[in-house]
């Protein structure tokens, strides 16, 4: 594959330099000549200042042994930086030519959220496993992108790939950059994906790469990777640090402990460990929807459970995850489930972008968001977002006012008489300073979001601290429960909820 692509791409090249000698001296160049040419010839030292690309193609596998911090944005229970740090650390091990990748990374979210996976190829099968649980969760063979992502770890690998794929190189001239003057580069990955590579114009190394995004709540974003500073490993240049930014935020920073190359690994290192549970059988994906009583449903959306609820003239929609898109199809289910009934509320339980990424679509729809006090402030200035020309969303296209209530005294009643949504707020807890849970007296169902998460395949994972908080609380409340429905998995019992707290405190 790759062979036949370079082929073709030097035949064309042979082409556009014999035209260019047939035409003499006379021909000017065309602005994607100029600009190829300009490109050419920064990739090319930017192949020799990381070792020249003879050498680097002699690099059968590389090892990144790396520690450092995940910045929590939309994760943090602040909603504006400085966000909170948690320690990221894990061994990466990639070896193009025969398809072998090997990452475990280890870190957390806030509030105890404890993980440590790792993903592994041969080429042939893969592996993705939690070695807190000893399982294997999934064996699916995983998606070209994954290998080209590690790839560019290191970044003489954006140079090869930008090389193999030369036909779309283009030149965007001189940029400053952490104060000094930088060579920018930009051609389209196999992914479609547009990649922007800055080479310091002295050094001719990579000082960072950018990709263009749009982020739920606040619009068009950039996405920079930075590598602070490089040191040399035998005859190649490396990273120090891998830095990623959205929006000018730091979400990781990762220095590169030690990093190796033409290590010798048998099979077994890209094979899930030993002893490890095997992954459930293939279960059914999840229904798009699940009737939990009269007027009451769960929607399946982006992967996240929405709870909507029919009162006598209008619906009420809890939780608002992911984006716009899975807001639209939550949105149509619930004018299927719940015929004639607009969405007069939309409550959320935090701010976190898995539980209210999607809340511009229901400001356009016209719902009253519900929230606590603290979060006021925030999505305001979410409604007030006006920059989605990347992908203009529902509210974009159809602007139309934020109207918001928050709990007053930690507690809001909604009721015909008929239906009744209770919103309460359970208070400062190790993941939120404030957080809803919303419950329904007459179903004896409270819905919550991160307080109790269980894996989609429903076994029972340990809790944590954040679970242990909200069964404290639950107790506290004296509600009546039956059953426990989550953002994130299946609907558990008051007993799965003590249980999973019981395996965390063993
Ligand atoms: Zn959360």
Same mark, same amino acid.
């Given at each position: 594959?790759?062979?036949?692509?370079?082929?073709?791409?030097?035949? $064309?090249? !042979?082409?556009?330099?014999?035209?260019?000698?047939?035409?003499?001296?006379? #021909?000017?160049?065309?602005?994607?000549?100029?600009?190829? =040419?300009?490109?050419?010839?920064?990739?090319?030292?930017?192949?020799?200042?990381?070792?020249?690309?003879?050498?680097? =193609?002699?690099?059968?596998?590389?090892?990144?042994?790396?520690?450092?911090?995940?910045?929590?944005?939309?994760?943090?229970?602040?909603?504006?930086?400085?966000?909170?740090?948690?320690?990221?650390?894990? $061994?990466?091990?990639?070896?193009? =030519?025969?398809?072998?990748? +090997?990452?475990?990374?280890?870190?957390?979210?806030?509030?105890?959220?404890?993980? /440590?996976?790792?993903?592994?190829?041969?080429?042939?099968?893969?592996?993705?496993?939690?070695?807190?649980?000893?399982?294997?969760?999934?064996?699916?063979?995983?998606?070209?992108?994954?290998?080209?992502?590690?790839?560019?770890?290191?970044? /003489?690998?954006?140079?090869?790939?930008? %090389?193999?794929?030369?036909?779309? %190189?283009?030149?965007?001239?001189?940029?400053?950059?952490?104060?000094?003057?930088?060579?920018?580069?930009?051609?389209?990955?196999?992914?479609?994906?547009?990649?922007?590579? +800055?080479?310091?114009?002295?050094?001719?190394?990579?000082?960072?790469?950018?990709? %263009?995004?749009?982020?739920?709540?606040?619009?068009?974003?950039?996405?920079?990777?930075?590598?602070?500073?490089?040191?040399?490993?035998?005859? &190649?240049?490396?990273?120090?640090?891998? !830095?990623?930014?959205?929006?000018?935020?730091?979400?990781?920073?990762?220095?590169?402990?030690?990093?190796?190359?033409?290590?010798?690994?048998?099979?077994?290192?890209?094979?899930?460990?030993?002893?490890?549970?095997?992954?459930?059988?293939?279960?059914?994906?999840?229904?798009?929807?699940?009737?939990?009583?009269?007027? !009451? +449903?769960?929607?399946?959306?982006?992967?996240?459970?929405?709870?909507?609820?029919?009162?006598?003239? /209008?619906?009420? !929609?809890?939780?608002?995850?992911?984006?716009?898109?899975?807001?639209?199809?939550?949105?149509?289910?619930?004018?299927?489930?719940?015929?004639?009934?607009?969405?007069?509320?939309?409550?959320?339980?935090?701010?976190?972008?898995?539980?209210?990424?999607?809340?511009?679509?229901?400001?356009?729809?016209?719902?009253?968001?519900?929230?606590?006090?603290? %979060? =006021?402030?925030? &999505?305001?200035?979410?409604?007030?977002?006006?920059?989605?020309?990347?992908?203009?969303?529902?509210?974009?296209?159809?602007?139309?006012?934020?109207?918001?209530?928050?709990?007053?005294?930690?507690?809001?009643?909604?009721?015909?008489?008929?239906?009744?949504?209770?919103?309460?707020?359970?208070?400062?807890?190790?993941?939120?300073?404030?957080?809803?849970?919303?419950?329904?007296?007459?179903?004896?169902?409270?819905?919550?979001?991160?307080?109790?998460?269980?894996?989609?395949?429903?076994?029972?994972?340990?809790?944590?601290?954040?679970?242990?908080?909200?069964?404290?609380?639950?107790? #506290?409340?004296?509600?009546?429960?039956?059953?426990?429905?989550?953002?994130?998995?299946?609907?558990?019992?008051?007993?799965?909820?003590? #249980?999973?707290?019981?395996?965390?405190?063993?």
């Amino acid at each position: 594959m790759r062979t036949s692509n370079i082929a073709l791409r030097l035949g $064309l090249f !042979v082409v556009l330099a014999a035209t260019s000698v047939a035409l003499g001296q006379t #021909k000017e160049l065309t602005a994607s000549e100029q600009s190829y =040419r300009e490109a050419r010839r920064v990739l090319d030292a930017g192949l020799a200042a990381y070792g020249g690309l003879d050498a680097l =193609r002699t690099i059968e596998n590389f090892t990144i042994r790396h520690e450092g911090y995940t910045g929590h944005r939309n994760q943090s229970r602040r909603t504006d930086a400085p966000y909170e740090r948690t320690p990221l650390g894990g $061994l990466l091990i990639v070896e193009p =030519r025969r398809g072998r990748v +090997y990452h475990t990374n280890k870190g957390s979210y806030p509030g105890g959220f404890n993980w /440590h996976w790792g993903i592994m190829t041969n080429g042939r099968e893969a592996a993705r496993v939690t070695f807190l649980e000893r399982r294997i969760n999934s064996t699916q063979a995983l998606p070209p992108q994954f290998m080209r992502g590690r790839l560019r770890w290191l970044p /003489h690998n954006l140079l090869i790939s930008a %090389l193999e794929r030369a036909v779309q %190189l283009r030149s965007m001239g001189r940029a400053n950059y952490d104060s000094r003057p930088h060579d920018v580069l930009t051609y389209a990955t196999e992914d479609g994906a547009q990649l922007t590579i +800055y080479l310091d114009a002295r050094t001719h190394l990579v000082s960072k790469f950018e990709l %263009l995004g749009s982020d739920p709540y606040f619009g068009d974003s950039v996405q920079e990777i930075i590598f602070p500073a490089h040191r040399p490993v035998g005859k &190649f240049q490396v990273p120090t640090a891998r !830095v990623t930014k959205i929006l000018g935020e730091v979400v990781e920073e990762i220095p590169y402990a030690e990093v190796t190359f033409n290590t010798t690994y048998g099979d077994e290192q890209f094979k899930a460990p030993e002893g490890f549970i095997a992954p459930a059988a293939a279960t059914a994906e999840a229904p798009p929807f699940a009737k939990l009583a009269e007027q !009451v +449903y769960m929607i399946r959306g982006g992967g996240y459970n929405v709870l909507a609820v029919g009162f006598a003239d /209008h619906a009420m !929609v809890v939780e608002t995850p992911g984006g716009d898109a899975t807001s639209r199809e939550v949105i149509a289910r619930v004018k299927e489930l719940l015929p004639g009934k607009p969405i007069r509320y939309a409550a959320v339980t935090h701010h976190h972008d898995d539980h209210a990424g999607g809340i511009r679509t229901y400001i356009a729809e016209g719902a009253t968001v519900v929230t606590t006090p603290g %979060l =006021r402030a925030f &999505f305001e200035r979410v409604a007030a977002a006006r920059n989605f020309t990347l992908q203009p969303d529902t509210l974009t296209r159809a602007a139309r006012p934020l109207v918001l209530e928050t709990l007053q005294n930690g507690k809001r009643v909604f009721t015909d008489g008929t239906q009744t949504v209770e919103l309460y707020d359970i208070g400062s807890g190790p993941h939120m300073d404030e957080m809803i849970v919303a419950y329904l007296p007459k179903e004896k169902i409270i819905f919550q979001g991160d307080l109790l998460n269980r894996p989609e395949d429903g076994h029972l994972a340990p809790g944590n601290a954040t679970t242990a908080h909200f069964a404290d609380w639950l107790k #506290k409340s004296g509600l009546a429960v039956e059953r426990i429905v989550g953002v994130h998995g299946p609907v558990s019992t008051v007993d799965e909820l003590h #249980k999973a707290v019981a395996l965390m405190q063993n």
